[in-house]
């Protein structure tokens, strides 16, 4: 159980700057004075760095342990929360603290995916991962009731030192804990990754462009459609505990069935994409469903994308989820700055229909490599067991 803290507060950590910045939009833009293609920048560079260098210190991990890698990316995301709190003061003062936070996010998926893979039971891991990706909806979900408690009332930098103590105390939780001995890998050094696995980072990175416009936009977008400030808050931190529940349910789901995680991470986005596109309407109307429906399931697959990436790649699963990571960041840093030119260009309701296209290809995307990834691995079984023709 420490091992699954270590893994969830890691993952929180890396996750909380942006997730932060986006919930908390309208206060922090009225302060330092940004558009909303300022906001859009602010993400796409945080994500945009992080998924430059997800593979690189995805095989970093592989080398020096989840353990030194918890423990460096949250070290980095304590000093980033509590800087900015501090320092941001400006457009330029803020791009440069989620640029160099962004190299922690790029340590963050790989160290806490290792940890599931070396210290959780095979027959959960699925289960383990859907806990760990609860992370980001529990993320948003403390950064939308921020709003109302924090933000409103004693100001939004309170926000982030407040929010320093869950990396704070991740990290605490990795040093007193002991690692497993390490798995042996391939001559070299490295084992080879799956082609079938760039084609999910390639559709994963698409679907991280559509929610990760929805997550960095939709209490803005909520506000100009009519809900109060503090009701925007409040719809996200329940949009966000519905996407928990989603992901806890889809992993348990994938050890009873023995699922490999990609065709069925292809349908909960397809799922989400409805919702999406009825936040087209930009009513008060559609604006609660959509964005509850649109949280819950279109960002409800993530934990099942990185189950599919260990599982497939054992040898080096911090390595594949550096892979992953890396068309999942270049998504999310894409979707805040697309979104925020199209709204800022054509309004709310065409960035919400770009999104929902953007999300119905990424499933169809993810369900294309799941099968490949599938049908390879039924080929590897049957010349192991020599019943090739």
Known sequence: MAALAVAIGGSASGILAPML???LAVQIAADLRLSAVDLGILQAVFFGVSGATSVTNGRFVDRIGWRRGVLLATSGST????????FAGSFWSLLVLLAIGGLSMSLTMPSTSLVIAREMPTARQGLTFGIKQTATPVAGMMAGLAVPAVAL???????????????????????????????????????????????????????????????????????????????AGILVAVASLCGLTVRLASGWLADRRGAGGFVQSAALLALGAIGIASLVTHTATFVIPGTIVGYALAWGWPGLAYYGAVRHHPQAPAAATGVLQAGLSMGAGTGPL?????????????????????????????????????????????VALGTTP
């Open 79 to 86: 000093v980033l929360l509590l800087s900015i709190a501090v």
């Open 153 to 231: 009332t004693i100001g939004w930098r309170w926000a982030f030192v407040m929010a320093a103590a869950v990396p704070l105390m991740s990290g605490a939780w990795a040093f007193r804990l002991r690692e497993g001995p390490p798995v042996a890998t391939p001559p070299g050094g490295r084992a080879p990754v799956p082609r079938a696995l760039l084609l999910v980072a390639v559709a994963a990175g698409i679907g991280t462009t559509a929610v990760g416009g929805m997550a960095a936009f939709a209490t803005v977008s909520a506000v100009d459609a009519g809900i109060s400030e503090a009701g």
């Open 338 to 382: 697309l979104f925020g030119v199209l709204a800022q260009a054509g309004g709310f309701p065409l960035a919400w229909a770009v999104t929902a296209g953007l999300a119905f290809t990424s499933a169809a995307g993810l369900a294309l490599a799941g099968h490949r990834l599938h049908a390879a691995t039924v080929d590897v079984r049957a």
């Open 21 to 23: 910045t986006g919930v």
